[in-house]
């Protein structure tokens, strides 16, 4: 006998006179003069099953599992329930089994104000709900799509190892000791860049793969420890064509979860110009409040304040402020590393006619100014420009997509001041920048575009190195010095020596791209057994202390004991 013939949501007027067979969870239950209604529940919705009075319904209890045989009728017209889509009928339960019976519940699943690691610590009970059920089932469904785009478009799926030699991504690595190598380590696959590259030196052509990735990094709302993304790499291509593949994958995603997509191509916009008017490199377009140069035109000011400083930007909002919210952005300005955040109105007095008149600030906007380091004015007024804009509603609720291109293929890194990647160490020159001097690259470009939705970065790619002697130019313009290069990527060398055709790739984070599609506001909601910010995992307990003797095994020994 089938456990069930049809599904708790399915059933409608037109089913009345059936005889049926559900089994699911009991929702919600009601006594009411000699019957019981239950409303039995699974992930297709709800059916009201109407039980005579008997022990067994009665001892039924939230989330327990049953099965019910009976007939559906359609209910009596002050008895639909609109809010069901199986409103107008019910099941006249008379064979009803109890399969599992539930434990009291550590939360109701409809209660709203339960803690997310209580919902964690008890996923399978909060994986029941609309919302994880939804959340799950739009991640299936747009990966189902990209991976039908790809194969449409002669991708092969190849596997790639997770343990394998550090992959520099910009993250700490995950070790994993090996008990026939005492002493060594694998790291766990930051992306598999290099793989997929040699894919291609190996004569495949066109790669893809849902690959998971792992990197050391704290845990934010669009962040965990390990994350798939969609990881591709084509050969004899050109940028636009990798743009135009991960296009189409993102079409495919939109389409298969019955969205409209956004109309393609996508805007590119060029890094430097991102940095300027967005002042972020992961720009939210949906919205204007762009921020405006006001450098050149106070290198004269009578201000000090402006015209010492090497950078001065503003942005105009449409509203006055009053002091105290002007000081209560500042706050923000402040602890986003400005010194202060300067409003027209407090500081037209010490500025010419022809200052004031260049800043085009009509009656009832504000302008708010940040005088800096460059750095620094991006950073504060590309944040304040997103905070005033969500505060004050102005940011419609839009999908917009676009690329952003021609970024540095090299930066300083923060802590040693040494010249590192923007990307990864296997971005290519653009053409034409590629004769720079190997002890100061300032100015380089990269072929490296970056996918960015709604101020959300999904992902990143480039045009790789094809040519072992860039590659090693590269390496040494970052310190590598010949044994490092070898110890470290000797394998890569080597391939490129050995016919490497020209490619490039990309990879999109699949979590944070559902995410969006879901409106979900962190990709914990999108995993279904997701870590919390102190990096563990309330369900399992993970991760744990071993015991000596496994340690051991591995050749290690703790330092210290763990607190
Ligand atoms: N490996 C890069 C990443 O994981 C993506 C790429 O360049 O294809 O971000």
Avoid at 325 to 336: I, M, Q, T, V
Wanted: proline content about 6%.
């Amino acid at each position: 006998m089938a456990w069930r013939d049809v599904m708790c949501g399915e059933l409608r007027a037109a089913d009345a006179g059936r005889r049926v067979t559900v089994a699911g969870w009991v929702d919600t239950r009601r006594d009411h003069g000699g019957l019981v209604f239950i409303d039995l529940r699974d992930h297709t919705g709800k059916i009201q099953l109407v039980l005579k009075e008997s022990d067994t319904a009665h001892e039924l209890r939230n989330e327990f599992v049953v099965q019910a045989e009976g007939e559906v009728v359609a209910r009596g017209a002050g008895a639909v329930n609109p809010n069901l889509s199986t409103g107008e009928v019910e099941i006249q339960v008379d064979e009803l089994r109890i399969l599992s019976r539930s434990a009291p519940l550590p939360f109701q699943l409809d209660d709203e104000n339960v803690d997310e690691n209580t919902r964690l610590r008890y996923r399978w009970l909060d994986m029941r709900t609309e919302r994880m059920q939804r959340n799950l089932r739009i991640s299936h469904t747009a990966v189902a799509g990209m991976r039908r785009t790809m194969d449409d478009l002669g991708f092969v799926d190849v596997w790639t190892p997770s343990m394998t030699r550090g992959t520099p991504e910009g993250a700490r690595d995950f070790l994993v000791p090996v008990r026939l190598q005492p002493g060594k380590f694998f790291a766990l696959a930051q992306s598999p860049q290099l793989f997929k590259q040699l894919c291609m030196v190996g004569g495949i052509d066109r790669y893809y793969q849902i690959a998971t990735c792992w990197r050391d990094e704290d845990l934010r709302a669009d962040r965990q420890f390990e994350f798939r993304q969609l990881d591709l790499e084509m050969a004899f291509v050109e940028q636009p064509e990798v743009l135009d593949v991960m296009e189409a994958a993102v079409v495919g995603a939109f389409e298969a979860v019955g969205k409209t997509p956004p109309p393609r191509p996508f805007p590119q916009i060029a890094y430097d110009d991102a940095m300027l008017r967005f002042g972020s490199d992961k720009p939210d377009r949906r919205f204007g409040m762009e921020i405006q140069d006001a450098t050149e035109i106070t290198r004269g000011s009578e201000f000090g304040v402006f015209k010492n400083a090497p950078c001065v930007r503003y942005i105009v909002v449409p509203k006055t402020f009053s002091r105290s919210e002007h000081e209560r952005l500042e706050g923000f300005a402040k602890e986003w590393g400005a010194k202060g955040l300067a409003m027209l109105s407090q500081i037209s007095k010490f500025l010419s006619e022809a200052e004031l008149a260049s800043f085009g600030v009509a009656e009832g906007e504000t302008a708010f100014f940040v005088a800096d380091e460059q750095e620094v004015v991006e950073k504060v007024l590309g944040l304040l420009r997103l905070e005033v804009a969500g505060e004050l509603g102005l940011i419609p609720e839009t999908d917009v997509f676009h690329w952003v291109v021609d970024f540095p293929l090299f930066k300083r890194d923060e802590e040693t001041g040494a010249w590192t990647f923007m990307h990864h160490p296997f971005t290519a020159p653009a053409p034409g920048t590629d004769g720079w001097d190997e002890s100061n690259p300032e100015g380089v470009r990269g072929q490296h575009y970056d996918l960015v939705w709604n101020g959300w970065e999904l992902g990143s790619g480039s045009i790789r190195i094809h040519d072992v002697d860039m590659q090693q130019r590269v390496f040494r313009t970052m310190g590598l010095g010949e044994e490092e290069q070898s110890d470290k990527f000797g394998f890569l060398l080597e391939a490129l020596a050995m016919g490497a055709p020209p490619h490039g790739g990309f990879a999109m984070g699949i979590d944070r791209f559902c995410a969006r599609l879901a409106g979900e506001p962190d990709i914990r909601q999108m995993n279904a057994f997701p870590k919390i910010s102190s990096g563990s995992d309330p369900l399992t307990g993970a991760p744990t202390p071993y015991t000596d003797v496994a340690l051991k095994e591995l050749g290690i020994r703790l330092v210290e004991p763990p607190a």
